[in-house]
């Protein structure tokens, strides 16, 4: 099992860099009158980190609200 977990990150590593060297072409992304210019696997990194923080944070917040709930109804 622990080989299979092994590949798996592996192959993971692997496609992420053949994206990051086959897409190094300057973007530009506006949002909200920001303007910002950089290599797309940049953007993919940085919007995927954004998504990692706010996906994480919104878990612990539910999990939280949930808990307290049911801490209060018991």
């Known amino acids: 099992m622990r080989f299979v977990h092994i590949s798996v ?8 860099l053949i994206f990051a060297l086959q897409n190094h072409e300057s973007v530009t992304m ?6 910002i210019s950089a290599p797309l696997a940049v953007v ?7 998504g990692m923080a706010t996906g994480g944070s919104v878990w612990a917040l539910m999990r939280w609200a949930w808990q307290g709930r049911r ?3 018991g």
Request: glycine share 4%; no cysteine.
């Open 30 to 35: 506006s949002f909200l009158g920001f303007r």
């Open 44 to 50: 993919a990194l940085v919007l995927y980190l954004l």
């Open 9 to 16: 990150i592996v192959a993971f590593v692997a496609v992420i």
């Open 71 to 73: 801490e209060t109804s």
